[in-house]
Each structure stands twice: as C-alpha cells, then as structure tokens.
C-alpha cells in the first residue's frame, strides 16, 4: 500500500468520523428526551353517592359553573384529569372543562386556564355508573399547590357522584363562567362533586403511596380549606426531603367508611380495586382503616366476628396489593375510649385487631399510630392535646402528630 494511498484512507475515515460525530451532535436526544416517564397519581379522592344533606346548594349543576380546588402532591408539565359518574343514576354532559393555577378563595389566574378535552372534544357525556380519563394536556403543575377544575355544565342526575368530606370549599356560579377569574363571592360548597382525580407524567423514579382509610384519613377534625390533614403533613415531609421528594401521597379516605360492608361509600374491600391497584405508579399502601366496623358491633360475639372478619380482609388486601408488587403497611386504630363508640367489647376488638397488625408479620411495616396518639396515663384514651373533643377523631395538632410519626425510610 502507498503512502499516497494510506493517506487517502486516513482521510476519508477521519472525514467520516468527523461527519458522525457532527450528526451526532446535531441530534443528540436532550436528558428530558431521554429520561423515562410514567403516569403518575398527583391526587386522588374516593368517590361515592352523595348523600342528600350534601348534594350541590342552589342554583345546582345543571347549566352552571362549578369550580373545585384541589391540592396536587407531585408536578410536571403534562397532565391527565379523571372526572366520575359511578354513583348517579342519569347521564351528566360536562360542556367544557379547563385547568388553571389557584390562587385564593375562588379566585384563579386567567392567564393559566387551559381547556380539558376528551377524545378531542371539549364535551362529554358521562353515562351513568361511567369513569372517565381526560385526554393529556400540557399545563405547569407545581408539586405542593393548589388547582381550579372548572366545569360548565349542561344537564346532570338528580343524584350527584362526588367526595363530600373534601375541607375544601367548592364555587357555584350561574351560566358559562368557566375562567372567570374569581368566583369567591359565589355560592360555596366543601365538597366535591364528579371531579376524581389527577395523574401527571413523572420521571420513573417517582412513585405513589396510597392511604385507605376513614374519616381519620378524610380529615375531620382538620382546618377547612388548610389542607392539613395527616395526609397532607405526611406529604410535605416527603417532598421536603432528598430521598422522598418524588413521592405522591394519595388520600383515599372516605368519612364514616367500613372495611368489611357499605357504610359510607363501597367498603374498602369493594373500592379497593378502584382505589388502590388502578391509581397510577402507586409503589407502597398504608391501610388505615377498621373502626367503624367496629363501633357497629352489637354485643360481644359480634365484636369477636368483626375483629375476624378485619384481620381476613387486610389478608386479602395484603395478597392482593403484593401481587401488584405494592408493598403494604399496616397502621394501627386509634383510641376511641370514651367516645361514642366504647363499649367493653369493642375495646376488646379494637386491642384483639391492633395486635394482630403489630405482631401477624403479615405486613410489610407497622406505622404504629396508636402509641403516638394514646394518652400515656390513660390507655385506650385519645391524648387530649390531639383530640377534638369526640375522643375519637384526631384535632389539627394530632394530625400534625400522626403525619409526623410517620417514618420516611420506609419509602426510600
């Protein structure tokens, strides 16, 4: 070979080098091209028949404005919306639906509105026992704050699917005011009504953690529109921290629910499906939740069959959540001496439901919620600086105590 020739050959394979290495400059796919993503549950809440005394005041629904303030646990740029008619018994048409970022009371920032679409449409209508997943739409969701749903409405059901234990006041207004931008002076509701939840696309290192739960998980007890329930504490300890701060928390606790029979809302067991194995990169499960089941035993024996028939149903929900690959902690019942619930029985069921989840080894962690919530001198008591008064349901600083006591590890 000559000299010539190698010289040749040098050149055209460092031509081409060259050649590649500019092409491949050029169309270098960015981090964010690159970085894998997934649906991710952002908020959720657990939706059932409203009961008459909580349906939407006058001037209703139907051909009005209602807009819902909600608080988001985890951001991103590419949203979807779940909107629900499960529970009523009639069709109801949502004409158009938008997004905008919240501001205070009623009022949201205009210029944030973005329209919500189905299937490229802006209408929709949501046959009765239906669910519904928006189409994605790009939107600027800030993990820790609060969004406007605003849906205008055309006809709906005498009977309203909705969330009535929100602590968040919800704004009714006559006519299409979809974007208006303050509607505080409207008429007002805590409760939300068809709206169910929020998914965001996260990278895939984020994950949810859902907590099934009763009206402890609901929040009463805590501030109306403070969003300071133990869930919500829980939630800024996570984001807060290095390690957690791309976890979801998503509060599926409904008020005066029951885990084994339709109380309030579907039992857990019916809802957990729904609830818990269909919300979005849910990685971990907190259930929290039995009391009610217990405060409706009537004597002895029947206290005895329901502290049974609890432990069968965490079993259950513990086989099927880790067949999901979702790992499962079990937190234990409050006190409830002294309420309205305490019977000797009961007591007995309660201690008989707590030590199984303590000791069973059947759950993957404990988070312990009865040691820090008992009063040190009286066991069984609600600690009085975390009690409403009720001696069953937990104040705003017992919230604090019990979304603090929560340990982060666990989610790492």
Not at 20 to 37: F, I, S
Not at 205 to 226: E, F, M, P, Q, W
Request: hydrophobic letters at 40%; charged letters at 20%; aromatic letters at 8%.
């Amino acid at each position: 070979m000559t000299n010539s020739f190698k010289l040749h050959l040098y050149c055209c394979s460092l031509a081409m080098l060259l050649l590649l290495g500019a092409c491949t400059n050029d169309n270098a796919p960015t981090e964010k091209d690159t970085a894998a993503t997934q649906w991710l549950a952002t908020w959720s809440t657990g939706p059932q028949l409203v009961e008459p005394h909580n349906m939407p005041p006058e001037p209703g629904l139907s051909n009005n404005t209602l807009r819902s303030i909600v608080r988001v646990t985890q951001g991103g740029d590419h949203i979807r919306l779940r909107f629900s008619n499960a529970f009523s018994s009639e069709p109801v048409t949502l004409q158009k639906v938008s997004i905008a970022q919240h501001r205070h009371a009623g009022e949201i920032d205009p210029q944030t509105a973005r329209p919500v679409l189905f299937s490229g449409a802006e209408a929709i209508t949501m046959a009765p026992g239906s669910e519904h997943v928006s189409d994605p739409l790009d939107f600027n969701l800030q993990a820790g704050s609060t969004v406007a749903i605003n849906i205008y409405f055309a006809e709906t059901s005498k009977d309203v699917t909705g969330h009535p234990g929100s602590r968040t006041t919800s704004y009714i207004a006559e006519g299409n005011q979809l974007n208006a931008a303050d509607l505080s002076t409207q008429v007002t509701a805590d409760r939300w009504y068809v709206v169910t939840g929020i998914e965001v696309q996260a990278p895939e290192n984020a994950a949810a953690v859902v907590v099934l739960g009763d009206s402890i998980t609901d929040g009463r007890g805590s501030g109306t529109n403070k969003q300071n329930r133990w869930p919500d504490i829980f939630a800024e300890k996570l984001r807060a921290n290095a390690n957690t701060q791309n976890i979801a928390v998503i509060n599926q606790g409904i008020g005066g629910n029951c885990v084994t029979r339709a109380c309030l809302g579907p039992s857990a067991l019916d809802r957990f499906e729904r609830d818990v194995l269909n919300q979005a990169g849910v990685k971990w499960l907190i259930i929290f939740e039995g009391i009610n089941d217990i405060g409706q035993a009537k004597n002895a024996e029947d206290a005895e069959k329901i502290a049974d028939a609890l432990i069968a149903a965490y079993q259950s929900m513990i086989n099927q959540a880790h067949a999901a690959n979702i790992k499962v902690y079990g937190a234990t019942l409050l006190p409830f001496a002294t309420s309205f619930y305490d019977t000797p029985e009961r007591l007995d069921a309660w201690r008989t439901v707590n030590s199984w989840i303590r000791n069973s080894g059947e759950f993957d962690a404990v988070i312990d919620f009865e040691a820090v919530m008992t009063d040190p001198e009286q066991p069984g008591l609600l600690r009085a600086d975390g009690d409403t008064g009720d001696h069953l349901h937990p104040n705003e600083n017992g919230y604090v105590i019990m979304g603090s006591a929560v340990d982060l590890t666990l989610f790492q």
